[in-house]
């Protein structure tokens, strides 16, 4: 499926497995989040999709929304920059203890660096791609227990 601003997202109802037992952890999923081309589109269409409370998380260098299922951090939303060739995206996270290491180890595992380590706040990020194309994202920091 895609939502208004075209980011591509797939739903799953759970049976016997309800998905990820294991995050936060190295090497498990930490965050999903959406870049996306109007995030009030796409926060209107979540919120009625799926009931989720959008809170307002910006800081001085750029706007950034919490998506929250009840009172538990789902996912993140922030708007693309301006002039921006991607699409709206959904972006997974996963959690790295050492992001230099990780960066260091993509290219020689047949992926790309697309976007280097970067510092946002008390935490570091980078994005790949995988060595089929998928775009993915490492995290470096704390993380909830």
């Known amino acids: ?16 497995h ?3 037992e ?15 081309s109007d995030p009030v ?10 009931g989720w409370r959008i809170e307002v998380n910006g800081n001085d260098e750029q706007d950034y929304w919490g998506l929250y299922n009840g009172d538990t951090l789902n996912a993140g939303m922030m ?17 790295v203890e050492s992001l230099d290491a990780a960066a260091s180890s993509i290219a020689d ?14 935490f570091r990020i980078l994005v790949a791609s995988d060595p089929q194309g998928a775009i993915f994202a ?4 704390r993380v909830d227990p």
Request: a negative charge; one cysteine or more; glycine letters at 8%.
């Open 18 to 20: 309800r998905g990820a």
């Open 22 to 36: 294991l995050v936060n952890d190295p090497g498990a999923l930490c965050l999903n989040q959406l870049n996306t």
């Open 109 to 122: 595992l047949g992926g790309q660096v697309l976007m280097p380590p970067m510092v946002i706040q008390s």
């Open 79 to 95: 708007p693309l920059p301006s002039g921006s060739p991607a699409p709206s995206h959904w972006l997974v996270y996963f959690t």
């Open 138 to 141: 490492l995290f470096e920091g």
């Open 41 to 50: 589109a796409a926060g209107q269409f979540y919120t009625d999709l799926f």
């Open 1 to 16: 499926m895609a939502d208004p601003t075209d980011a591509v997202f797939a739903l799953w109802q759970a049976a016997d």
